[in-house]
């Protein structure tokens, strides 16, 4: 962007912010290619990058209302760009590893593990030791694991502060580290094909 398109920017988030989608059309004619191009060099397919350049202008646009006039959209888009794509990609490994069979998954052998427990017998003992955890922490290290949401998104959803998050989401693995102790390695890769 240029010098010019600097100056705009408090203008245009005061415009989004009244709900004005025109502003939407000129950061999309001004930043998208560069989104696109991002995108694509990430995840390495042309479709999947416009799908997620589109998510990212769509995240953008609902979040507009808590802008600060100040806020930089080219870096808050790139930093919406990393995030989706970083879940993006974690999702696609989700997918891949739910559709193959245990035996397919080829998850890592960790000193023998696999040959001790069944995944059948792994995933009981992950799913037993969730249930252990208190409800509000088990329901952020799901939302966090399973769902793949941010630690920002989990606190919004929730109306608690980051450092909550954070604080349940690092006594939750404590936790299943102490319970499952030798599975633990192979209960992480598990516990993102529930």
Same mark, same amino acid.
Request: proline content about 3%; overall charge neutral.
């Given at each position: ?44 397919? =042309? ?24 806020? =930089? ?122």
């Amino acid at each position: 962007m240029d010098r010019s398109e600097n100056q705009q920017w408090p203008d245009w988030i005061r415009r989004l912010q009244r709900g004005d989608e025109s502003v939407l059309r000129e950061l999309l004619t001004a930043l998208g290619p560069r989104l696109l191009g991002y995108c694509k060099k990430k995840t390495g397919s =042309n479709e999947d990058a416009e799908e997620l350049t589109l998510d990212i202008f769509l995240k953008f646009w609902q979040y507009r209302n808590r802008l600060d006039a100040d806020v =930089n959209p080219e870096a808050l888009l790139f930093t919406i760009a990393r995030n989706h794509i970083l879940n993006f990609m974690r999702n696609s490994a989700v997918r891949k590893l739910a559709a193959a069979s245990p035996q397919e998954a080829d998850l890592p052998e960790t000193d023998g593990i696999l040959h001790n427990f069944t995944y059948n017998e792994l995933l009981r003992q992950y799913r037993q030791a969730l249930e252990q955890l208190g409800h509000k922490q088990r329901i952020v290290f799901k939302m966090s694991r399973e769902e793949g949401l941010s630690h920002r998104e989990i606190a919004e959803r929730l109306g608690i502060s980051v450092r909550t998050v954070e604080a349940h989401i690092h006594s939750s693995l404590k936790f299943l580290r102490t319970e499952l102790k030798d599975g633990f390695v192979v209960i992480v890769f598990l516990s993102i094909l529930e």
